[in-house]
C-alpha cells in the first residue's frame, strides 16, 4: 500500500512537523502575518495516511488528478518578491510526475 506523509511549515526550517491529512480536512495555518488553511486532495489515493478519498473535491473537477489548496489572507500589506513557496521531497520523484509538470515548473 502507497504510504504518503505531507508535512508543512510556515518557515524554512526542515523538516516541516505539521502533518497535513490527504484527503481530509484543511490545516490551520498562522503566522504574523497570515492566518488561512492549507489542504492537499490526491485523487483515488488509498494509501496510508488518507484521510478520505476526495469525491466531494474530485466530482466537480473532473480533469484534475490531484491539488495543494492554500486559503487565506494576508494580515498587512506584502510585497510579492517576499513570498516563498516551495517543495522538498525525502526521495526523487522526477519518474512519478505526471506529464508536462517539468514544463509548468519551468514557467512558474
Do not use: Q
Amino acid at each position: 500500500m502507497p504510504k504518503l506523509r505531507v508535512l508543512i511549515s510556515t518557515s524554512a526550517a526542515y523538516p516541516p512537523a505539521t502533518l497535513c491529512p490527504v484527503n481530509g480536512g484543511p490545516v490551520r495555518v498562522r503566522t504574523p502575518n497570515f492566518d488561512g488553511e492549507i489542504s492537499v486532495f490526491i485523487k483515488g489515493f488509498e494509501g496510508e495516511g488518507a484521510a478520505g478519498d476526495g469525491h466531494e473535491f474530485f466530482d466537480h473537477r473532473p480533469g484534475l488528478t490531484y491539488a495543494m489548496v492554500v486559503r487565506g489572507k494576508y494580515l498587512d500589506g506584502v510585497n510579492g518578491d517576499d513570498l516563498v513557496f516551495g517543495n522538498v521531497f525525502e526521495r526523487p520523484i522526477r519518474d512519478s510526475l505526471p506529464w508536462g509538470t517539468s514544463i509548468a515548473t519551468k514557467f512558474m
